[in-house]
């Protein structure tokens, strides 16, 4: 597989898994509704805007949904864990609750 290809599998995916249409993500990508249309159409990625579209998919992956074994996984952002280990888990929000 090449980086192309990478991010198309990873919108389909992502989409299919979070019931978005194909623009949303590229939106959520790249903030253009038609950017994965013209990746798949043979245009180019620049690599700042690869990278940061891998970062997405990682910091943002459903927790439901295996990520790819074949497509090389950026490691989550520090925002991200932080946020997550600052987010109560349901157990705990049960537990106070009176």
């Known amino acids: 597989m090449n980086g192309r290809e990478d991010i198309l599998r990873l919108a389909g995916l992502y989409g299919s898994a979070t019931g978005l249409k194909r623009t949303?993500?590229?939106?959520?990508?790249?903030?253009?509704?038609?950017?994965?249309d013209v990746i798949a159409s043979?245009?180019?990625l620049y690599l700042g805007r690869y990278e940061?579209?891998?970062?997405?998919?990682?910091?943002?992956?459903?927790d439901n949904l295996p990520w790819?074994?074949?497509?090389r996984r950026p490691p989550k952002s520090?925002?991200?864990?932080e946020a997550a280990?600052?987010?109560p888990s349901a157990a705990s929000v049960a537990e106070a609750a009176p």
């Open 24 to 36: 949303t993500v590229s939106w959520r990508l790249f903030q253009d509704t038609n950017k994965l």
């Open 42 to 44: 043979g245009r180019d």
């Open 52 to 62: 940061r579209a891998m970062q997405f998919f990682s910091d943002h992956w459903p």
């Open 68 to 71: 790819p074994d074949d497509i």
């Open 78 to 81: 520090a925002a991200q864990v």
């Open 85 to 87: 280990l600052a987010a």
